[in-house]
């Protein structure tokens, strides 16, 4: 496999929300990555995915907090199948192309994947949150404790994709 991008989304100002951000910032001080592989912290802003993902990538894994209804802390690993913009109604594509923010990694991904600029594998490596509504900087304890195992589940991503040197 090529290059792939490790896209770390979230916002610190929101408790769990900076789940991505905590996570990227572990990434960075811990792991020397190959040279294909590419991680970045792109924020609340899926534009500045669909931007990183220009460059041509053959992987994608993107790390957020998700809820998927289970305990907090929880760490899913989960393949995705963005739907295709040009499967919908006309009306439909014109409101969503009307939207510039692109501000969770589903909008993100159904732009990148109408742009044809979306690898063919796509992950989200994500953490049950506990709170993504409070103004706090820090993430819960779960949370906080989901770090390590988010980065080992990425690294064995990586083995999976990643050619070796």
Same mark, same amino acid.
């Given at each position: ?12 100002? %929101? ?10 910032? %572990?990434?960075?001080? %811990? ?36 809820? %998927?209804?289970?305990?907090?802390? /929880? ?24 939207? #510039?923010?692109?501000?969770?990694? /589903?909008? *993100? #991904? +159904?732009? @990148? ?10 992950? +989200?490596?994500?953490?049950?949150? *506990?709170? /993504?509504?409070?103004?706090? +900087?820090? =993430?819960? *304890?779960?949370? *906080?404790? @989901? ?6 589940? =990425?690294?064995?991503?990586?083995? /999976? ?5």
């Amino acid at each position: 496999m090529g290059r792939v991008l490790v896209a770390c989304m979230g916002n610190m100002l %929101r408790r769990d929300d900076g789940f991505g951000v905590a996570v990227a910032q %572990r990434l960075r001080a %811990r792991i020397p990555w190959p040279e294909q592989v590419q991680v970045v912290e792109v924020g609340i802003g899926g534009i500045h995915l669909v931007q990183e993902l220009m460059a041509g990538y053959d992987a994608l894994a993107i790390v957020d907090a998700v809820d %998927r209804q289970s305990p907090p802390g /929880t760490v899913h690993v989960l393949e995705v199948q963005v739907p295709d913009l040009s499967q919908w109604p006309r009306e439909q594509q014109e409101d969503f192309l009307a939207d #510039m923010h692109y501000a969770t990694p /589903t909008k *993100a #991904m +159904i732009l @990148a994947k109408a742009l044809q600029i979306l690898p063919p594998k796509v992950f +989200i490596v994500g953490c049950q949150p *506990a709170d /993504t509504e409070s103004l706090e +900087i820090g =993430l819960s *304890a779960p949370v *906080a404790q @989901a770090i390590e195992p988010t980065v080992r589940a =990425l690294v064995s991503f990586l083995e /999976t994709v990643v050619d070796p040197p």
